[in-house]
Nanobody, 126 residues
Framework: QVQLVESGGGLVQGGGSLRLSCAAS????????LGWFRQAPGKGREIVAA????????YYADSVKGRFTISRDDVKNTVYLQMNSLKPEDTALYFC???????????????????WGQGTQVTVSS
């Protein structure tokens, strides 16, 4: 059974930083893309960042470019999201995602066929 378990969320003041981690078990994701999504109250789920299976290409939503960094450690089967200069509008439930399309670099399909964590809450105060 594949499981993705996020950690690292919490309450932080605007301008602060948090580092989210997502540990996968049940399968290795070293040949699969990984990503982070978020969902704010009353809004749909949106992709925040993604990293391809080789780790040589990343994608970021415009709203987080220059502030967030996604990385992966295939030895630990873990994906991270370093979030700096946090803003109140970053407040959301953050979900880890593991794609199920092996060797795919197509970030546009992320979220349609894969595995999800249970989410970790990030709250940024003003």
């Amino acid at each position: 059974q594949v499981q993705l378990v996020e950690s690292g969320g919490g309450l932080v003041q605007g301008g602060g930083s948090l580092r989210l981690s997502c540990a996968a078990s049940g399968r290795t994701f070293k040949t699969y893309g990984l990503g982070w999504f978020r969902q704010a109250p009353g809004k749909g789920r949106e992709i925040v960042a993604a990293v391809t299976w080789l780790g040589d290409s990343t994608y970021y939503a415009d709203s987080v470019k220059g502030r967030f960094t996604i990385s992966r450690d295939d030895v630990k089967n873990t994906v991270y999201l370093q979030m700096n200069s946090l803003k109140p509008e970053d407040t959301a439930l953050y979900f880890c995602y593991g794609d199920a399309n092996e060797y795919s670099d197509d970030v546009s399909t992320f979220g349609t066929n894969g595995y999800w964590g249970q989410g970790t809450q990030v709250t940024v105060s003003s």
